[in-house]
């Protein structure tokens, strides 16, 4: 009788334990109004899953993220993400070979894509490296962290592809391209080589 007691007080200690928020995502899912069963009916998934997502023990899938997204206004990403004023912990043995230090920055100035790609990294980084954590947990994050850095390198491809064409736009280099193929009007040979070279180095589809 007394260890059923003990175990009943333990239960009631447990059930009123603040809720430790461990992403953006699920601090924005636990403060919309309504039950479980209310929530779960909404999302077309079970109440089980809702419950998880909101103590922080699963994350939900793409496709759910995106129902997330259109049902309460969730975004995918914030499930990646720290809680609203929460800091991620220090570390001095993030490497920064693959997480490169943020730029300084104004406490004004609104943070660029790549600053935030920067923080996300650095932050799933750390909470992997974050002792205690479950197998199922770390691996969860080494994939976010995985995916994370691919869509930064998809995002600097496309930078770079965008600076290409600015730079092969321009009007300054199209004029340098000019001088130097008058330049070697009189090498028929040298021209076609150097022409060929700038066609190669720029991507330019433009006749020489």
């Known amino acids: 009788m007394l260890m059923t007691m003990e175990v009943v007080k333990k239960s009631k200690a447990t059930k009123s334990e603040p809720v430790i928020y461990k992403s953006e995502g699920q601090r924005l899912l636990c403060e919309q109004p309504g039950t479980l069963a209310g929530i779960a009916e909404r999302l077309g998934c079970t109440k089980q899953a809702v419950s998880l997502w909101r103590l922080g023990e699963q994350s939900p899938a793409t496709k759910q993220r995106e129902r997330l997204k259109a049902c309460f206004g969730i975004e995918p990403i914030a499930w990646e993400r720290l809680p609203a004023g929460a800091m991620p912990p220090q570390s ?27 923080r996300q990294l650095r932050a799933l980084r750390k909470a992997i490296d974050t002792p205690g954590i479950l197998a199922r947990e770390r691996l969860a994050l080494n994939d976010a962290f995985g995916k994370a850095l691919e869509r930064r390198r998809r995002y600097e491809l496309q930078i770079e592809l965008q600076e290409d064409r600015i730079v092969r736009g321009h009007p300054a280099w199209r004029r340098l391209k000019r001088l130097i193929m008058d330049a070697l009007a009189t090498h028929p040979a040298a021209a076609r080589d150097v022409g060929r070279a700038l066609q190669m180095a720029m991507g330019d589809g433009e006749e020489e």
């Open 92 to 118: 001095t043995d993030a490497d920064p070979d693959d997480v490169p230090d943020d730029d300084e920055e104004s406490d004004d100035d609104e943070p660029s894509l790549e600053e935030d790609y920067k």
